[in-house]
């Protein structure tokens, strides 16, 4: 008789964390990581089919289908859930809110740039910044890079925390309309996005 014990298969809302900058289809045994906000899942991906996939798009909430070995009658050290299959969640765009609450190292800087971007008002222009902020690379860099070398903001996560700080004092001018205001904040979010 076999010791094989049947997957339990699970899903997970969430983001795969990393940029295409990290896939290599000859390493199965990485782990990578999925968040949903809360709670960050390690597991393994060994279909570099399905990987490249993900990693070839931006950010986005997905369904993920886990298969998860974890109830071992023997006792034996469980491995970690591996992902089976993925599909784009067409019903939200929460991607950046799906984040790490350590996605910055600056305390509610993360929080409050969301805040920022939930309030512009005019949807295309919101959307850009989002799709912006969404692209892997930009994602990735975007919340850990320091504003500058040896000046202002000179500390991780100091691009991020800089370009809110502008953002919310050009938000908080009296005299703007409101598709101006909108436009202050995306200016002020993405000011230095050449940086990266």
């Not at 006792?75 to 599909?87: D, Q, S, T």
Request: charged fraction near 20%.
């Amino acid at each position: 008789m076999s010791n094989f014990t049947a997957p339990c298969v699970s899903r997970f809302r969430g983001i795969l964390l990393g940029t295409f900058d990290d896939y290599s289809p000859d390493q199965p045994e990485r782990i990578w990581q999925l968040s949903d906000g809360q709670v960050v899942l390690p597991c393994l991906i060994p279909s570099s089919g399905l990987l490249y996939s993900l990693l070839s798009r931006p950010l986005e909430s997905n369904w993920f289908q886990l298969a998860d070995w974890s109830s071992h009658d023997d006792g034996a050290v469980c491995p970690l859930p591996i992902l089976i299959a993925a599909r784009p969640d067409d019903f939200a765009n929460d991607a950046l809110d799906l984040l790490p609450r350590d996605a910055c190292p600056v305390d509610d800087v993360h929080a409050d740039t969301m805040t920022l971007i939930r309030q512009i008002e005019t949807a295309p222009l919101r959307g850009f910044v989002q799709g912006t902020l969404q692209d892997r690379d930009i994602n990735a860099r975007y919340w850990t890079m320091p504003a500058s070398a040896r000046h202002h903001h000179a500390f991780p996560g100091g691009l991020a925390a800089h370009s809110l700080e502008v953002a919310q004092d050009l938000a908080s001018q009296s005299c703007l309309e409101g598709h101006e205001r909108d436009l202050c904040i995306a200016g002020g979010l993405l000011h230095d996005i050449g940086k990266i």
